[in-house]
T-cell receptor, first 108, second 117 residues
Framework: DAKTTQPTSMDCAEGRAANLPCNHS???????VYWYRQIHSQGPQYIIH???NNETNEMASLIITEDRKSSTLILPHATLRDTAVYYC?????????FGDGTTLTVKP | GAVVSQHPSWVICKSGTSVKIECRSL??????MFWYRQFPKQSLMLMAT?????????EQGVEKDKFLINHASLTLSTLTVTSAHPEDSSFYIC?????????????FGAGTRLSVL
C-alpha cells in the first residue's frame, strides 16, 4: 500500500470550510484513497473514498488531483463536533494501515 | 447500515486472567474482520486479519498464542487476551469489511478499553 503524508495538526474556525491535504505520490493505478476520522476515545468513522474522480457525500467532499498524487478532504461547514484525528489511507483492498493522521481542531 | 458492535466497551481485570472481546457485524455479513490496538497518543496498529472459518493472519510481532482470534460465523469475531499483564492495557478496536458495493470499506466498532491491574 502506498505511503501517505499528512500535516500533523490544523485549526479551523467553526462554520468555515476545513481543507485537509494528503500526499500520496507513490499511489498506483488501482489504489483507492480512503478517509476516516477518529474522535477521542472512539473507533474510527468512515468518511469517504475515491479512485480518481472527485466525490461528495453528506459528510464531506474529496478532491483528487489529476495525477492522483495528492488529495484534499473538505468539510464544508466545520462544527465543534468535527474536532478529531483525520486519517488518509491508500490501498487496493484488504486491511487499512493507519499513519499518524491530522489532528483537526475546530475553534468557536 | 454497516454497523459494527463491540463488547465490552470497558474492562478491568487482574494480571494473569484472560479477557474476551466480541465484535459483531449487526446488519451485514463480514467474511473478513480486523483487530487493531491503540496506545495513548498513538495511531492504530493492525494486530491481525480474521477470516470466517479459517485461522487468523497475524501481523509481525503479534503473539498469536497471546491474542487468540476466533471468527466462527459471518457476523462474529472474538479476540481473547490470554494471561493479561499490565503492558496489555490498551484500546482494542475491531473492524469489518463492508457489504455489497461497499465491500472494500472498513467499518469500525467503538473499541474496548482494557485495563490490567
Amino acid at each position: 500500500d502506498a505511503k501517505t503524508t499528512q500535516p500533523t495538526s490544523m485549526d479551523c474556525a467553526e462554520g468555515r470550510a476545513a481543507n485537509l491535504p494528503c500526499n500520496h505520490s507513490t499511489i498506483s493505478g488501482n489504489e483507492y484513497v480512503y478517509w476516516y476520522r477518529q474522535i477521542h476515545s472512539q473507533g474510527p468513522q468512515y468518511i469517504i473514498h475515491g479512485l480518481k474522480n472527485n466525490e461528495t457525500n453528506e459528510m464531506a467532499s474529496l478532491i483528487i488531483t489529476e495525477d492522483r498524487k495528492s488529495s484534499t478532504l473538505i468539510l464544508p461547514h466545520a462544527t465543534l463536533r468535527d474536532t478529531a484525528v483525520y486519517y488518509c489511507i491508500v490501498r487496493v483492498s484488504g486491511k487499512s494501515t493507519f499513519g499518524d493522521g491530522t489532528t483537526l481542531t475546530v475553534k468557536p | 447500515g454497516a454497523v459494527v458492535s463491540q463488547h465490552p466497551s470497558w474492562v478491568i481485570c487482574k494480571s494473569g486472567t484472560s479477557v474476551k472481546i466480541e465484535c459483531r457485524s449487526l446488519d451485514f455479513q463480514a467474511t473478513t474482520m480486523f483487530w487493531y490496538r491503540q496506545f495513548p497518543k498513538q495511531s492504530l496498529m493492525l494486530m491481525a486479519t480474521s477470516n470466517e472459518g479459517s485461522k487468523a493472519t497475524y501481523e509481525q510481532g503479534v503473539e498469536k498464542d497471546k491474542f487468540l482470534i476466533n471468527h466462527a460465523s459471518l457476523t462474529l469475531s472474538t479476540l481473547t487476551v490470554t494471561s493479561a499483564h499490565p503492558e496489555d492495557s490498551s484500546f482494542y478496536i475491531c473492524s469489518a469489511r463492508g457489504p455489497g458495493g461497499g465491500k472494500n470499506i472498513q467499518y469500525f466498532g467503538a473499541g474496548t478499553r482494557l485495563s490490567v491491574l
